[in-house]
């Protein structure tokens, strides 16, 4: 299964991004879907998910100014990053997720300047 990431680059600090996220519809609708983030020379967090009853959930350092969302008619994850901050650079990546089972896509950076 590939889920198809989109929407990094880079952008100065206070500026937006929006990242996308394509999976196959036989199993969008029943995964809890998200990102992780992974910085130079740091661990692999967790961003933000959304399930599949729109219950979301958000890190600490993103909450307020980042929103992960969903559309079903279209099998993709959004997550729209307003107020981007230097530490939020790193490689993005989207996965889908149902009990232990997990998709991962393949990981899109974002870059944000001072």
């Known amino acids: 299964v590939q889920l198809q990431a989109s929407g990094g680059g880079l952008v100065q600090a206070g500026g937006s991004l929006r990242l996308s996220c394509a999976a196959p519809?036989?199993?969008?609708?029943?995964?809890?879907m998200g990102w992780y983030r992974q910085a130079p020379g740091k661990q692999r967090e967790l961003v933000a998910r959304?399930?599949?009853?729109?219950?979301?959930l958000y890190a600490d350092s993103v909450r307020g100014r980042f929103a992960i969302s969903r559309d079903n008619a279209k099998n993709t994850v959004y997550l729209q990053m307003n107020s981007l901050k230097l530490e939020d650079t790193g490689v993005y990546y989207c996965?889908?997720?149902?009990?232990?089972?997990?998709?991962w896509g393949q990981g899109t950076q974002v870059t944000v300047s001072s």
């Open positions: 959304v399930t599949t009853y729109d219950n979301t």
């Open positions: 519809g036989s199993i969008f609708s029943g995964y809890d």
């Open positions: 996965y889908a997720r149902w009990s232990y089972q997990i998709y």
